[in-house]
Nanobody
Framework: EVQLQASGGGLVQTGGSLRLSCAAS????????IGWFRQAPGKEREGLSC????????RYRDSVKGRFTISSDKAKNTVYLQMNNLTPEDTAVYYC?????????????????WGQGTLVTVSS
């Protein structure tokens, strides 16, 4: 059974940093991508970043390039999202998801499995 567990959210002041973690298990796939998404109140969910299992290649949404960094620790089956210089516009529920059987990742892919969200609140 594929399971994803997102954690690391919390309350931070403007300009602060957080690191989100996505612990993954039960993957029967040879190639896959793990992505980070967020959904703010009253807004649609948006893809932020993804990483491919095959070669650790990454993609970022333009609005988070230079502030967010995705990385993976295969030994721990965990993907991280380091978020720096946060602003109130980053306040949202953040989710991780897996796109199965893909050689490269896309933040616009059809992700098959989703974890529960973790809330990030950035105060002004």
């Amino acid at each position: 059974e594929v399971q994803l567990q997102a954690s690391g959210g919390g309350l931070v002041q403007t300009g602060g940093s957080l690191r989100l973690s996505c612990a993954a298990s039960g993957f029967p796939f040879d190639d896959y991508a793990i992505g980070w998404f967020r959904q703010a109140p009253g807004k649609e969910r948006e893809g932020l970043s993804c990483i491919s299992s095959r070669d650790d290649s990454t993609r970022y949404r333009d609005s988070v390039k230079g502030r967010f960094t995705i990385s993976s620790d295969k030994a721990k089956n965990t993907v991280y999202l380091q978020m720096n210089n946060l602003t109130p516009e980053d306040t949202a529920v953040y989710y991780c998801a897996v796109d199965a059987e893909v050689p490269v990742c896309s933040i616009y892919g059809l992700y098959d499995y989703w974890g529960q969200g973790t809330l990030v609140t950035v105060s002004s």
